[in-house]
C-alpha cells in the first residue's frame, strides 16, 4: 500500500486478513448433495475412516472436531482457541471458481457446462488452425494417466494433449521440450478466446506443461490457468478499490483473472505456499492476503489418493503454529475451503459438501460456535465490514460475533 494511504481510511478492527483456503477439504455433504450425484460424500470423515484416524492437534484445539462432524482422532476441544462452523455452498455447481466467487461475495446461478465425452469438433478444428499443431486426446481423463498414455505420441509428433475433466475446463498438456513455454501459453490465451463463445464456453483453460521420459513424466510447477472473469464485482474488486492491499498467493489471481489483486504471488505447492504466507505476515501491509493450497484437491482429491491426502492435512497442521506465532494484534486469521473432494467416493469429480470454517485472532478468550452459515460469502461478507467496504449481495458477516 502507498505510504500514507491507510490514514484515508476509517481504522479497521483488523488490519490485515489472512484468508487460507484449503483446496477441496469438505466436512460433510450438503443437503442437495444427489442432485450432484455426490450422497454420503465426506472428504474429511472418510480419509479419517481409510486412515485409521486423523491426528490434527492443532486444527483440533482451534475447533475442527467442534463442528460437530464425525472425523475419526479429531475430537471436540475442551476451549476452543478459535471460532468455529461450517459453511454451505450456495451457488449451483462444485467448481473451485464458484468456491472462491461465492467466498468473495458472488453467487453464480447456473453450473458452469462440462464435457464429460469431450469437445466439439469445431473447437478442436479451430484449434489446431490457430496453433498450427494437431491434437491428441480429447476426453475426460486423469492428468497423470493421460501422459502415460499419450505422453510419448506427443513427443514424436509434436501434437498437443488435449483433455477435460469432470470440471468445466480445458487443458493442454505439452512437453516444455517439444512446445516451448511461450508457445503453450500462447495456444492457451487462443483456446481461451476461442472458449468464451456460448457453444464452446469453459470456466477454465488450463496449460499443463511437462518434463521427463516415457514411464517417468513430470508435470512442472509452470502451470498456468485461464479463467473467466467473475459476473460481478466481488470483495477483491472492492478492496483495491479503497485502495486496500488484496494479495493473492497461489492460484487465486488465476480464478479471479486478475480481477481485485493488488499483488500476485506464484507457489509451487502447498508448502511453497505457506512459506510465502509466512513471507507476508512479515510485511507491513493493511488489506487482505488469500491464500489457495491446491494440492489437497490436484494431487490427492482428483486422483483419489486418501493416503497422500492425509499426509497433506498433518503438514498442514504441522505448519500451523508457525502462522499463528506470526500474527499481531491486529491481524484475523480465516481457514476454510471451496468444496469437498472426497478421494473414496466415486469417480474423480469434486464433491457436494460443506466446508469447515475456522476463524482465529488473538483477543479469543474461548471459542464460540458460528453455526451453520448458508453461504460461502460470509466470509467475504465479513472482510468487507472489517474494511469499510460495500457488502455483497450474498453472505451475513461474522465480524460481530468476533
Given at each position: 500500500?502507498?505510504p500514507g494511504?491507510?490514514?484515508l481510511?476509517?481504522?479497521p478492527?483488523?488490519?490485515?486478513?489472512?484468508t487460507?483456503?484449503?483446496?477441496?477439504v469438505?466436512i460433510?455433504?450438503?443437503?442437495d448433495?444427489a442432485?450432484?450425484?455426490d450422497?454420503?460424500?465426506?472428504t474429511?470423515?472418510?480419509?479419517?475412516?481409510y486412515?485409521?484416524?486423523?491426528?490434527l492437534?492443532h486444527l483440533?484445539?482451534?475447533?475442527?472436531g467442534?463442528?460437530?462432524?464425525q472425523?475419526?482422532?479429531?475430537t471436540?476441544?475442551?476451549n476452543?482457541q478459535?471460532?468455529?462452523?461450517?459453511m454451505?455452498?450456495?451457488s449451483?455447481g462444485?467448481?473451485t471458481?464458484?468456491?472462491?466467487?461465492?467466498l468473495?461475495?458472488?453467487?453464480?446461478e447456473?453450473?458452469?457446462?462440462?464435457?464429460?465425452?469431450?469437445?466439439?469438433?469445431?473447437?478442436l478444428s479451430?484449434l489446431?488452425?490457430l496453433?498450427?499443431r494437431k491434437i491428441i486426446?480429447?476426453?475426460?481423463a486423469s492428468?497423470?494417466e493421460?501422459?502415460?498414455?499419450?505422453?510419448?505420441q506427443h513427443v514424436?509428433?509434436?501434437?498437443?494433449?488435449?483433455?477435460?475433466s469432470?470440471d468445466s475446463?480445458?487443458?493442454?498438456a505439452?512437453?516444455?521440450?517439444?512446445v516451448?513455454?511461450?508457445?503453450?501459453?500462447r495456444?492457451?490465451?487462443?483456446?481461451?478466446?476461442l472458449?468464451r463463445q456460448p457453444?464452446?464456453?469453459?470456466?477454465?483453460?488450463?496449460?499443463r506443461p511437462?518434463?521427463?521420459?516415457?514411464?517417468s513424466?513430470?508435470?512442472?510447477?509452470n502451470?498456468?490457468d485461464y479463467?473467466v472473469?467473475?459476473p460481478?464485482?466481488t470483495?477483491?474488486?472492492?478492496?483495491?478499490s479503497?485502495?486496500?492491499d488484496s494479495?493473492?498467493i497461489g492460484?487465486?489471481s488465476?480464478i479471479?483473472?486478475g480481477?481485485?489483486?493488488?499483488?500476485?504471488?506464484k507457489?509451487?505447492s502447498?508448502?511453497d505456499?505457506?512459506?510465502r504466507?509466512l513471507d507476508t505476515?512479515?510485511?507491513?501491509f493493511q488489506?487482505?492476503?488469500?491464500?489457495?493450497l491446491?494440492?489437497?484437491d490436484?494431487?490427492?482429491?482428483?486422483?483419489?489418493d486418501p493416503?497422500g491426502?492425509a499426509q497433506?492435512l498433518?503438514e498442514?497442521?504441522e505448519?500451523?503454529?508457525?502462522?499463528?506465532?506470526?500474527?499481531?494484534?491486529?491481524?484475523?486469521?480465516?481457514?476454510?475451503?471451496?468444496?469437498?473432494?472426497d478421494p473414496?467416493?466415486?469417480?474423480t469429480?469434486?464433491?457436494r459438501?460443506?466446508?469447515?470454517?475456522?476463524v482465529?485472532?488473538?483477543?479469543?478468550?474461548?471459542?464460540?460456535?458460528?453455526?451453520?452459515?448458508?453461504?460461502?460469502?460470509?466470509?467475504g461478507?465479513?472482510?468487507?465490514?472489517?474494511?469499510y467496504?460495500r457488502?455483497?449481495?450474498?453472505?451475513?458477516s461474522?465480524?460481530?460475533?468476533?
Open positions: 500500500m502507498t494511504t491507510a490514514n481510511h476509517k481504522q478492527r483488523f488490519e490485515r486478513v489472512f487460507i483456503v484449503l483446496d477441496s469438505g460433510g455433504e450438503l443437503p448433495a442432485l450432484y450425484n450422497r454420503g460424500a465426506h474429511l470423515g472418510h480419509i479419517a475412516d486412515v485409521g484416524g486423523l491426528s492437534p483440533e484445539r482451534m475447533g475442527l467442534s463442528i460437530g462432524e472425523i475419526r482422532g479429531v471436540p476441544a475442551a476452543p478459535a471460532h468455529y462452523g461450517k454451505a455452498e450456495l449451483a462444485k467448481d471458481l464458484t468456491g472462491h466467487w461465492e468473495m461475495g458472488v453467487k453464480s447456473t453450473a458452469f457446462q462440462t464435457y464429460p465425452e469431450g469437445f466439439p469438433e469445431g473447437l479451430a489446431q488452425s496453433s498450427g486426446g480429447n476426453k475426460a492428468g497423470t493421460i501422459l502415460d498414455e499419450l505422453g510419448r514424436d509428433t509434436g501434437s498437443l494433449i488435449v483433455y477435460t469432470a475446463v480445458l487443458q493442454i505439452a512437453h516444455e521440450d517439444v516451448p513455454l511461450n508457445e503453450l501459453y495456444i492457451c490465451e487462443q483456446a481461451r478466446e472458449t457453444q464452446f464456453f469453459v470456466a477454465r483453460v488450463i496449460a511437462f518434463i521427463g521420459e516415457a514411464g513424466w513430470t508435470r512442472t510447477a502451470r498456468r479463467s472473469t467473475p460481478a464485482r470483495v477483491l474488486d472492492e478492496l483495491a479503497k485502495k486496500w494479495i493473492a492460484k487465486i488465476d479471479f483473472s480481477s481485485g489483486i493488488t499483488e500476485e504471488i507457489t509451487k502447498n508448502r505456499g505457506m512459506s504466507l505476515m512479515n510485511r507491513d488489506g487482505l492476503c488469500f491464500l489457495n491446491v494440492d489437497f490436484a494431487l490427492y482429491g482428483h486422483r483419489r493416503q491426502y497433506a498433518v498442514f497442521d505448519a500451523l503454529p508457525d502462522v499463528i506465532s506470526q500474527l499481531r494484534g491486529t491481524d484475523l486469521l480465516i481457514i476454510t475451503a471451496d468444496h469437498g473432494n473414496t467416493h466415486p469417480g469429480d469434486h464433491t459438501e460443506y466446508v469447515p470454517l475456522l482465529y485472532h488473538k483477543g479469543i478468550t474461548e471459542g464460540r460456535n458460528l453455526g451453520v452459515l448458508p453461504s460461502l460469502a460470509g466470509v461478507a465479513t472482510i468487507a465490514e472489517n474494511f467496504c457488502l455483497p449481495r450474498y453472505g451475513t461474522f465480524l460481530p460475533q468476533l
